[in-house]
């Protein structure tokens, strides 16, 4: 009696087992389940990649537009180089303008001889990116792009780009640089707060 039972009780399991096994109710929620936390990451992924391209463009625009701006000029002040900032800041929204350091500098060379350049003068934005005193040595990456006696305006642009969603997991920021070169269209060289025309030596 009691191996009957048994038998009858083996036969059931297997035949509950065998059902389980061709039940395929509820796989796709699993499946489901297991792509959202990967679908989501890439969603997340590719907007914050899309929104550091978008920042690093304006980075870009802005270091361009600033020189271009100021190569205009024979003369310049530093009143005007503060509205050319503002014009700055509208370039960068919507995004956070107090992130963003430039710097402007008119960089001369040496009569005769090209590649010794050096610093005319220097404007700094919410901090610049670097501080520059008249005089000092300017290294440009190719001396092709300044004339003997002449300057070149070099707009430095630094931004400290924080993510806006994994801002939770990546809490460092990362800096986005660009820098632009632009010789001065009206004259050799853009004299700055009416002070004497450069001379490099």
């Not at 990649?49 to 600033?66: C, E, G, K, Y």
């Not at 924080?162 to 001065?184: A, E, G």
Request: charged share 20%.
């Amino acid at each position: 009696m009691q191996n009957l039972s048994f038998g009858r009780m083996k036969s059931t399991m297997r035949a509950l087992l065998g059902y389980l096994q061709r039940d395929e109710r509820g796989i796709a929620a699993i499946e489901f389940a297991m792509i959202v936390p990967i679908m989501f990451f890439l969603f997340v992924g590719s907007v914050e990649f899309s929104q550091a391209i978008t920042v690093d463009r304006r980075v870009t625009q802005i270091a361009s537009s600033t020189a271009d701006l100021v190569a205009r000029e024979k003369t310049i002040t530093t009143a005007q180089l503060d509205n050319i900032m503002t014009i700055a800041k509208v370039l960068m929204r919507p995004y956070d303008t107090t992130k963003m350091k430039i710097t402007l500098v008119s960089v001369g060379a040496k009569a005769g001889n090209n590649s010794i350049t050096k610093v005319c003068w220097a404007y700094n934005f919410q901090g610049g990116t670097h501080t520059y005193a008249k005089g000092d040595v300017y290294s440009l990456p190719t001396k092709d792009i300044i004339d003997a006696g002449g300057s070149v305006m070099v707009a430095e642009v630094e931004y400290d780009y924080t993510p806006l969603i994994f801002n939770y997991f990546i809490t460092t920021s990362t800096k986005l640089t660009d820098k632009f070169f632009l010789k001065p269209r009206v004259s050799s060289m853009i004299q700055y707060n009416a002070e004497p025309i450069c001379t490099v030596t």
